[in-house]
Nanobody, 123 residues
Framework: QVQLVESGGGLVQAGGSLRLSCATS????????MGWFRQAPGKEREFVASISVSGSSSNYPDSVKGRFTISRDNAKNTAYLQMNSLKPEDTAVYYC????????????????WGQGTQVTVSS
């Protein structure tokens, strides 16, 4: 089992940047592919990014492609989400997730979740 703790959220103006971190417990980080999801009030949880165990492959929806970058540091047991050119529609609670399966786009594919970190983008 792995525990996930997100950090790095906050309030930023449109066009700004934030870097989210997802620290994991234990020594099994390299068993898990990682993903980031977000959920805005009244909306379903939405896929944001995912990365393979090795970090060599990643996936993004069109809504964030070219603006967000997912990465991982297996030596630090930490995953990251660099968010640039932020827009007000990026406002949401951002969740880090881990899976022993494929680094897919569906929330149901991930077994472990963090508590979330709020990102607010003002216009």
């Amino acid at each position: 089992q792995v525990q996930l703790v997100e950090s790095g959220g906050g309030l930023v103006q449109a066009g700004g940047s934030l870097r989210l971190s997802c620290a994991t417990s234990g020594r099994t980080f390299t068993r898990y592919a990682m993903g980031w999801f977000r959920q805005a009030p009244g909306k379903e949880r939405e896929f944001v990014a995912s990365i393979s165990v090795s970090g060599s492959s990643s996936n993004y929806p069109d809504s964030v492609k070219g603006r967000f970058t997912i990465s991982r540091d297996n030596a630090k047991n930490t995953a990251y989400l660099q968010m640039n050119s932020l827009k007000p529609e990026d406002t949401a609670v951002y969740y880090c997730a881990a899976t022993m399966g494929f680094w897919g786009t569906r929330a149901s594919e991930y077994q472990y979740w963090g508590q979330g970190t709020q990102v607010t983008v003002s216009s």
